[in-house]
């Protein structure tokens, strides 16, 4: 069973950088896909960004794309989210999330973007961007 803790959130201007990190514990952490998450109110969660197993393929949903950066440090345990350039639509409850992903290169070298392909999720920490 695989724990995500997120931190880093806050309120920022716009314009502001943020980064965001999500420690995680209880599994073998190079063997896990992982993803940023975001869920603004009244809003549906949706994609950030997503990086594989082995942190070489990377994917960023359009409306972050350029802004933001996700990596990871294997040996640390820990996945991070770079936020460049934000904006008050940036402003949301953020997630992290693992799903399984070891075996062939193949597999490690996927990212996930659904989120319904993620098993283990964070309690998520709040990024407020004011005008």
């Known amino acids: 069973q695989v724990q995500l803790v997120e931190s880093g959130g806050g309120l920022v201007q716009a314009g502001d950088s943020l980064r965001l990190s999500c420690a995680a514990s209880?599994?073998?952490?190079?063997?896990?896909?992982m993803g940023w998450f975001r869920q603004a109110p009244g809003k549906e969660r949706e994609f950030v960004t997503g990086?594989?197993?082995?942190?070489?393929?990377?994917y960023a949903a359009d409306s972050v794309n350029g802004r933001f950066t996700i990596s990871r440090d294997n040996a640390k345990i820990t996945m991070y989210l770079q936020m460049n350039s934000l904006k008050p639509d940036d402003k949301a409850v953020y997630y992290c999330?693992?799903?399984?992903?070891?075996?062939?290169?193949?597999?490690?070298?996927?990212?996930?973007?659904?989120?319904?392909?993620?098993?283990?999720w964070g309690q998520g920490t709040q990024v407020t961007v004011s005008s």
């Open positions: 999330a693992a799903r399984f992903a070891a075996g062939s290169t193949y597999h490690r070298n996927l990212y996930y973007r659904n989120q319904n392909e993620y098993n283990y």
């Open positions: 209880g599994g073998t952490f190079s063997n896990y896909a």
């Open positions: 990086i594989s197993s082995t942190g070489s393929n990377t």
